[in-house]
């Protein structure tokens, strides 16, 4: 689902950490905005065995919303997954 993080301003999503097992490689995708019109995505190699991973994304993502897709060969479990938030500067307009 699309998550606003329960603020509602804009914000960049500068990392994500994820506890578990994922395929040999694994592809974090970010959707930005409500409408999920734009969609960056982030392939990193992995092993096989359970350990804690660290995907970093762009860092000029900048929106209100954001929704997360992982996806990979093989199987995947994950334990835990904890997104890193950076609020922007409140700015009037």
């Given amino acids: 689902g699309t998550t ?6 804009k914000k960049n999503t500068a990392s994500a950490y994820v506890g578990g097992r994922l395929g040999a490689a694994a592809t974090f ?4 905005g409500e409408k999920r019109d734009d ?6 190699p992995r092993g096989p065995t359970a350990q804690n991973y ?3 994304f762009g860092r000029g993502l900048d929106a209100r ?5 992982l996806a990979g060969a ?5 334990d835990d997954l904890d997104i ?3 609020m922007r500067a ?3 307009v």
Avoid: L
């Fill in 84 to 86: 890193e938030v950076v």
């Fill in 4 to 9: 606003d993080f329960g603020k509602a301003e």
């Fill in 39 to 44: 969609s960056y995505a982030y392939t990193t």
């Fill in 29 to 32: 995708t970010v959707f930005t």
């Fill in 65 to 69: 919303y954001y929704a997360f897709g």
């Fill in 74 to 78: 093989g199987d995947m479990e994950i």
């Fill in 90 to 92: 409140n700015r009037r």
């Fill in 54 to 56: 660290r995907q970093k």
